[in-house]
């Protein structure tokens, strides 16, 4: 007979063994929890038993507290062994599976987001579901014992109930997709969405509706290419305050850089605390692309910012970047490791500095924590200079602001320290290797090139195949988990970038056999690409895992979609071979069909069908020293998103229009073509600057 103590160990040894974080955090819990994958199901199937599957991340700050409080609770424990099976999930492990129960969940409750929590058939349909349950009733939600039990109860006495929720499921998703319809048109579909866009800017306090506000860069960047392309002075406005709003808010960290995941009000005041890889390194570039176009040194600082903290927290000394910071140091903190009290400012500053910085940020005012209006969340809420008035300070302002900063990140340093999630995933970090070459390029030095470099190189030996892509996971036994869209594309942008700054062949020939792959694999319904390509995942086939599914909207990161469009248009401009410019085109109308009406979650699609119509532009610049150096940083910092700069003329497979080459001995110039046609040398670095905003060929 196996014993309790047997017992205990196989079900802490199921999750204890895991590569995920958030698994393995949960393996002392009472709760018998199976991982993903077909064991879990097929015992469901023996013993007739519902699914109780729970999806988290291990920064997600209410994932904690019901793993804390509802998963420690010694009844929903017995609940649960005696009448489910019990599934935990990654959802950064398993972006597939929370996608497509986010979607079943959402059609039976109109609830989403984390942690989720589904029930399910032993073959994998949801007829229940919900967020954050408590263990008893309390937060304005029935307590989980009470759901337990109903459902209990329902399972073996009205069948006919879960089946009649299940089919409610069914017949929504079935009414969610439009196959068919054909493609829009895309000029009437960019200009929906910056209506749409304009129409709920919030021109008080920048960013897009009211509370939660989250970040939207793709909203940004669609907003600054309006500006060029129409001259609309509004939306470059609506683009730099948000920027502005943004990087002064609480939601960035102003001691550490980077930012958190949203605000929770619509002042950007007081955040979420988690900080996700995917936000900061979409951040990043739209922070970049800001400076470019507004040259405000302020932008330049978040970016440093950014980078700072990624590389200081999520990076992996072999190469990479990690998947995101914990909101929380210890069960029940909510904040505390960034926040700060009056006393504590005192303590690290003295009397008068720590005036003065509670003058700068805002403490006590709207950053004070609403369930301890002691603790404050840093934001900017004075320049230094005024801050400063009426007080004896030991120096100019900003001097002793940076070292007042310096100290109080040395104190919060001390302090318990919220947990990194060192996971290395694709996505997240083609996402980096996109924003560290282009800040690279345009504000940083040679070391933000090779870390995008090295990072780069680890994947490419150990996580990449050339018959199956770019794995989603990469650990020390190397790559694993492949098929997945987000993967494929976001890596690709990544190593597009890389080899544009670098002017490497070889990572613009891995992006065009990813994109190839892409291109084969992917394709679904009407020609847009699925999440998953059948032929390529290796992941377990279970549950809703095989149904059809299209990442069309940003989330509010860009949709893996609208990124390959972006991606094809990017390649086109690198090599200048429109075959990659009509594969956009192809992609687009479909998508512009699909989520016509979505405003601002259709940013990425818009921006892409804009850049399509936008003729590239490609910049060589010839020649050695100084004045060569001056014409390549005019060229990186003048903002145009279909610019294709290269130091030198490039080797094959970038391409430039026929009859451009190089000319031997030439003294330091700039070639810059549009399209096919080429305008005159230029040497000025200002001619270059305006050239490159422009667009176009110059008039007459």
């Not at 029930?119 to 007829?127: H, I």
């Not at 509370?211 to 600054?224: D, G, I, T, Y």
């Not at 279970?542 to 893996?560: M, Q």
């Not at 005159?680 to 001619?687: A, F, G, L, N, Q």
Request: charged share 25%; glycine share 12%.
């Amino acid at each position: 007979m196996t014993s309790v103590g047997d017992r205990e160990a196989v079900r802490a040894n199921r999750l204890a063994g895991a590569s995920s974080l958030y698994l393995r955090s949960a393996a002392e819990q009472p709760i018998d929890w199976h991982r993903w994958g077909s064991e879990p199901f097929e015992l469901a199937r023996r013993t007739g038993r519902p699914v109780l599957l729970d999806i988290g991340a291990s920064w997600c700050h209410w994932c904690h507290v019901m793993d804390d409080g509802t998963y420690a609770d010694p009844e929903v424990a017995r609940l649960l062994g005696e009448h489910f099976v019990a599934v935990k999930v990654d959802r950064d492990e398993h972006p597939e599976v929370d996608r497509r129960y986010q979607r079943q969940v959402s059609a039976l409750s109109g609830e989403g987001g984390w942690p989720l929590t589904a029930f399910l058939t032993p073959d994998g349909e949801a007829f229940f579901g919900g967020t954050y349950y408590p263990p008893s009733d309390g937060h304005g939600r029935p307590g989980f014992r009470r759901v337990l039990r109903e459902l209990a109860r329902v399972w073996a006495e009205e069948p006919e109930k879960v089946r009649d929720s299940a089919s409610v499921v069914r017949d929504a998703l079935a009414r969610g997709s439009r196959a068919g319809r054909g493609p829009a048109e895309l000029g009437p579909f960019v200009d929906g969405v910056l209506r749409e866009l304009s129409a709920s800017f919030d021109p008080a306090h920048g960013g897009f509706g009211g509370a939660p506000k989250f970040p939207h860069p793709s909203a940004v960047e669609l907003l600054l290419w309006d500006e060029q392309r129409a001259g609309r002075a509004e939306s470059g406005t609506e683009a730099r305050e948000t920027l502005r709003s943004m990087a002064d808010g609480g939601m960035y960290d102003q001691l550490g850089g980077g930012f958190h995941r949203y605000s929770v009000d619509a002042g950007w005041h007081v955040p979420h605390f988690e900080k996700m890889g995917t936000d900061n390194a979409e951040l990043l570039v739209a922070y970049v692309d800001g400076y470019r176009r507004f040259g405000e040194e302020r932008f330049a600082e978040v970016v440093r910012g950014i980078i700072g903290w990624s590389r200081s927290v999520l990076g992996d000394p072999a190469g990479g970047w990690g998947s995101s910071q914990d909101a929380d140091n210890a069960p029940g903190d909510d904040g505390g490791y960034f926040t700060w009290s009056r006393a504590e400012l005192k303590e690290v500053l003295g009397a008068d500095v720590a005036r003065f910085v509670s003058r700068v940020f805002g403490v006590g005012t709207e950053g004070r924590m609403p369930h301890d209006p002691d603790r404050n969340v840093l934001f900017r809420l004075l320049p230094s200079s005024d801050a400063a008035d009426g007080l004896s300070l030991d120096g100019p302002s900003a001097a002793v602001l940076e070292t007042a900063c310096g100290r109080l990140l040395a104190a919060r340093a001390r302090r318990p320290t919220p947990p990194v999630d060192r996971a290395l995933y694709a996505a997240i970090n083609g996402r980096f290797l996109h924003g560290y070459a282009v800040a690279s390029a345009v504000i940083g030095g040679p070391s933000w090139l090779e870390d995008a470099r090295r990072a780069a190189d680890r994947w490419l030996r150990h996580g990449y195949d050339a018959a199956r892509g770019v794995a989603h996971r990469l650990d020390e036994d190397g790559g694993h988990g492949f098929g997945l869209l987000d993967d494929q594309v976001s890596f690709a942008r990544g190593l597009l970038e890389l080899a544009a700054v670098a002017t490497e062949p070889k990572y613009l020939e891995t992006a065009v056999r990813l994109l190839e792959l892409v291109d084969r694999e992917f394709r679904g319904e009407d020609g847009l690409l699925r999440d998953l390509a059948p032929g390529l995942y290796d992941g377990p086939a279970v549950g809703a895992a095989g149904a059809p599914s299209y990442p069309l909207e940003d989330s509010p990161h860009l949709s893996a979609n609208s990124a390959t469009a972006l991606a094809f248009l990017r390649l086109s401009a690198l090599t200048h071979d429109d075959h990659w410019r009509e594969k956009a085109r192809g992609l687009l109308g479909p998508m512009a069909a699909r989520v016509a009406g979505a405003g601002l979650f259709a940013s990425g699609a818009a921006l892409a069908a804009g850049l399509l119509e936008s003729p590239p532009v490609q910049v060589v610049v010839e020649g050695e020293g100084p004045a060569a150096e001056a014409l390549l940083t005019a060229a990186w910092r003048a903002w145009n998103p279909n610019a294709a700069i290269f130091r030198g003329h490039p080797p094959a497979p970038f391409g430039l229009p026929a009859g451009v080459g190089p000319t031997p001995g030439t003294a330091p110039r700039a070639i810059v073509c549009f399209e096919r046609a080429c305008a005159p040398p230029v040497t000025d670095p200002d001619e270059l600057s305006r050239l490159v905003r422009l667009g176009r060929p110059p008039p007459p």
